[in-house]
């Protein structure tokens, strides 16, 4: 039995995490009489304390590094200008040019009187994002048909304007693609009316559980407190340095600094000092690591929140009370270690998928270069998937890294869904459901502050498009961050039912009567137990 073999599993690594069966200690509210909880309640120990100590390591040679740099920087970094460095008197003195020359347009000056349209655009987006939420819990179907319908009629109404100006052949192309799209989507029919479902079903957790909106905002803002010093600390360590003259230098004119083909040149240049490369590597690397850390702990505090609200006793909402409390302190106290790791991973994954793009975009070609650095991003792709299983899985069970990692490949290779009924089309509906809400409301503020700037004429209108812009903008940030989390719970979600399928159980049946529905690669035989109730058997591992 799966059960079993987990109880092994656990055993065998030292771990707690065992399935809980019966009644059990007040505050084990996923217990329930003759049922298995899935979730671990129990003690959890310390793991992967390697990484703890790695990660704090590398966290404090950074800000002593950066404090470094702050004490020694170069005080004359930003009062030197373009005449002083082009004195090569000038160049044994520290100093750099760093002042911008030219007087403020009309335009800048008009911008920056209209900061409170602005800061009402970008406010109101976070209100959007509650809308946005909002709609798809209540809504899911109408959210699903307005994003299908804008696909298409947004590439018609461009055809109908192009047909109208006299243009065609581009009007034909727009409408081809346009109906490309419509068939597409009617083809995907099933799939998409099964999209709201699972969405629907989706958000009935965020519904239950709403303080997990707040403390993701309280993350990002907690996350911004530590990003930005680390930032600063960056910028400043670029001011640790002298002026030295320029090595292209050949001959002087006069006051004129030419090189060996008598071309003017700056005659000084900023040289950094032999420490800063170093530590700015090392920076950019535990900044990097650093956000990948409050994402995985952002994953692991909503994959707890939500398996213990899966696995609670059916109807029970006082059972996973404290939930997200208990989940955050489990993700910064016993598996902080596994949280490094997992971040480590996720950083490594995105330093080699920049250096691949880079690749790809520099040797356009060669196309030996662009097939391996192709091969080397659909690999971190698989990596990336398989690191956020992991992490909901320890995040349910306790284990640490190394062994969820390994649980959860096991599992998704036996109840692996449907990419496109579960991986592609939830996704694609909520981006472009966020593209369609931050466009109205970039709108929006357009016309409010074309309103308000009007008697302004050109100007007025400028600086509305810029305000349209930056609403547009802020909107679109707000509502990937709920994307996130949606996308989230819908993963978390799935593999609670992953999980409920390899105990032969059925916890949520809503939620098991829309996954039934979606394609899958192994099907276990379903039972009908003489209550009427429904359990699987285990599908064999491929």
């Not at 129990?42 to 404090?67: E, H, K, M, N, P």
């Not at 707890?304 to 899966?310: E, P, V």
Request: glycine residues 8%; aromatic residues 12%.
């Amino acid at each position: 039995m799966a059960q079993d073999e987990q109880t092994r599993q656990g055993d065998a690594d030292g771990d707690d995490y065992k399935p809980l069966m019966g009644e059990t200690k007040l505050g084990d509210g996923c217990a329930v009489p003759g049922q298995v909880s899935l979730y671990n309640h129990g003690t959890r120990r310390y793991r992967d304390g390697l990484w703890t100590f790695v990660f704090l390591l590398c966290f404090g040679l950074s800000v002593a590094g950066g404090i470094y740099g702050i004490v020694h920087r170069n005080p004359n970094y930003y009062k030197y200008d373009k005449d002083y460095v082009g004195d090569m008197k000038h160049c044994p003195l520290k100093g750099e040019r760093m002042l911008m020359e030219g007087d403020e347009d009309d335009l800048g000056k008009m911008i920056a009187s209209t900061w409170w349209l602005i800061l009402g655009g970008v406010a109101g987006s976070f209100f959007m994002g509650l809308a946005y939420i909002t709609l798809f819990r209540k809504h899911a179907q109408f959210m699903v048909n307005l994003t299908v319908n804008f696909q298409i009629a947004l590439p018609a109404l461009v055809g109908v304007g192009l047909l109208f100006s006299g243009a065609a052949l581009p009007a034909l192309a727009m409408f081809l693609i346009a109906s490309l799209f419509a068939f597409v989507f009617y083809m995907f029919k099933a799939q998409l009316e099964l999209c709201s479902k699972l969405l629907t079903v989706t958000s009935s957790s965020l519904r239950d559980n709403p303080s997990i909106i707040v403390f993701v905002v309280l993350l990002k803002l907690a996350l911004l407190v530590v990003s930005i010093p680390l930032l600063v600390m960056l910028a400043v360590s670029f001011q640790n340095g002298t002026l030295v003259r320029n090595p292209a230098f050949d001959t002087g004119k006069g006051s004129t600094c030419l090189d060996d083909k008598g071309e003017p040149l700056t005659c000084c240049v900023f040289e950094n000092d032999p420490w800063v490369l170093p530590y700015v590597l090392l920076g950019a690397a535990v900044l990097l690591w650093t956000v990948k850390l409050g994402f995985e702990i952002r994953l692991f505090t909503i994959a707890g929140c939500i398996s213990q609200w899966y696995f609670a006793p059916y109807g029970d909402v006082l059972a996973t009370k404290g939930s997200l409390v208990c989940s955050f302190q489990q993700a910064v106290g016993p598996q902080f270690g596994s949280l490094c790791l997992g971040s480590l991973i996720l950083t490594v994954v995105q330093v080699v998928q920049q250096f691949a793009e880079q690749v790809r975009n520099g040797n356009s070609g060669n196309f030996f270069s662009y097939l391996l650095s192709s091969v080397a991003s659909c690999i971190m792709e698989i990596v990336k998937f398989f690191t956020r299983f992991a992490t909901i899985r320890l995040a349910i069970t306790g284990e640490s890294f190394c062994t969820a990692a390994r649980d959860a490949y096991d599992m998704l290779t036996r109840n692996l869904m449907s990419a496109y009924s579960v991986w592609w089309i939830p996704p694609m509906v909520l981006r472009m459901a966020a593209f369609v809400t931050s466009a109205i409301w970039g709108i929006l503020c357009f016309l409010i502050s074309w309103g308000v700037l009007a008697p302004e004429k050109g100007d007025g209108l400028s600086a509305a498009v810029v305000v349209g812009v930056i609403s547009f903008v802020s909107s679109m940030v707000v509502l990937a961050f709920f994307i996130t989390i949606m996308i989230n719970i819908v993963e978390v979600v799935y593999f609670c039912y992953a999980m409920d399928k390899d105990a032969c159980t059925v916890t949520h049946p809503e939620i098991h009567e829309v996954y039934m529905l979606i394609p899958q690669k192994n099907v276990g035989a379903t039972v009908e137990q003489p209550g009427g109730n429904v359990s699987y058997g285990a599908p064999q591992a491929f």
